[in-house]
């Protein structure tokens, strides 16, 4: 998985409560059962002016020009809720998007992130606001940085915003960690334990010949 450690780029504000992953990528876009190969259905009933084609919509924050190289999507509360399809999350992914900063996220969604990659950042409603506001006003000069080790959100000079993450799914995104990978670094742990089980359980053992 890629790492995570500090990100400035443009952020595109998409300030709708209960964006679901059926808008994110619509059950029509989902072709391929692989991370690649989505981001063209990305938020498509949106995107284009009709389902199924691929006129821009101009209207669409990322079809406009300010927001060319969006890397952050600023949301609305709920966030990816709907349906636990992971392909929401690779759809994002595969078109740039690293982090989602919103007041609040689907469970489900939430954790996809964390596994592939893209920071979930939580701030309240009004804060989202405040740095929409911020960033419509100039979006590829206003641009935003997410610091995971920090903690952090900054826009501008002074304006620093800190989020929570707990232990386990900073340290995934920060060192490029998925599930087993994270596993494996209690390696020498899990190794001490079956040494001593099978001292006190060797019948559980069949060593072959």
């Not at 998985?1 to 990528?25: S, Y």
């Not at 669409?60 to 809720?81: E, H, P, R």
């Not at 950042?121 to 606001?129: I, K």
Request: net charge negative; with cysteine; aromatic share 8%.
């Amino acid at each position: 998985m890629e790492q995570f450690e500090t990100l400035t780029a443009v952020a595109a504000p998409l300030l709708r409560d209960n964006i679901d992953t059926d808008a994110i990528i619509p059950s029509r876009e989902m072709k391929s059962v692989s991370k690649t190969g989505l981001s063209a259905g990305l938020f498509a009933g949106w995107r284009y002016t009709a389902i199924g084609g691929r006129e821009p919509n101009p209207d669409f924050v990322l079809n406009q020009a300010a927001y060319a190289d969006t890397k952050i999507i600023l949301g609305g509360s709920n966030f990816g809720c709907g349906s636990s399809r992971e392909h929401a999350v690779w759809a994002l992914h595969e078109y740039g998007i690293r982090a989602v900063i919103a007041p609040s996220f689907s469970s489900i969604f939430f954790g996809n992130c964390i596994r592939n990659g893209i920071v979930p950042v939580r701030l309240p409603a009004a804060t989202v606001a405040t740095l929409a506001a911020w960033v419509e006003q100039d979006p590829a000069g206003h641009r935003m940085t997410v610091d995971l080790a920090a903690q952090t959100v900054a826009a501008g000079s002074g304006k620093i915003y800190h989020f929570e993450l707990d232990d386990e799914p900073r340290a995934m995104l920060l060192e490029g960690l998925d599930a087993i990978d994270l596993t494996l670094k209690q390696r020498p742990a899990i190794a001490a334990f079956r040494e001593r089980d099978r001292r006190e359980r060797p019948w559980i053992y069949l060593d072959k010949a």
